[in-house]
């Protein structure tokens, strides 16, 4: 069974940054894709960004393209979104994901999933 466990959620007003992040309990997580999820009332969840197995390459959805960054620190098995440039439209709460075989953001292929973390975007 993999754990994950998401931190670093909060208040931010519109323009502000926070970064969230992800443990994992996952041995193998450096050969795991990792992925960063949100949902906000009312809405379907969606993917926001991953980061393919080994780290190097990532991929976000449109809508936080150049705010948004994924990146994993593998030796401490440890993902994190550094999130800038925070619109109000970002509020949701936040979901960390980890995929055994390939990589996509598509949240319906992750196999484990963390708790959440709430991000709120005041205007």
């Known amino acids: 069974q993999v754990h994950l466990v998401e931190s670093g959620g909060g208040s931010v007003q519109a323009g502000g940054s926070l970064r969230l992040s992800c443990a994992a309990s996952?041995?193998?997580?450096?050969?795991?894709?990792m992925g960063w999820f949100r949902q906000a009332p009312g809405k379907e969840r969606e993917g926001v960004a991953v980061s393919y197995p080994g780290g190097v390459n990532t991929y976000y959805s449109y809508s936080v393209k150049g705010r948004f960054t994924i990146s994993r620190d593998n030796a401490k098995t440890t993902v994190f979104l550094q999130m800038n440039s925070l619109k109000p439209e970002d509020t949701a709460m936040y979901y960390c994901a980890l995929k055994r075989w390939g990589c996509t953001l598509r949240s319906i292929d992750f196999d484990y999933w963390g708790q959440g973390t709430q991000v709120t975007v005041s205007s």
């Open positions: 996952e041995s193998s997580y450096g050969s795991r894709c």
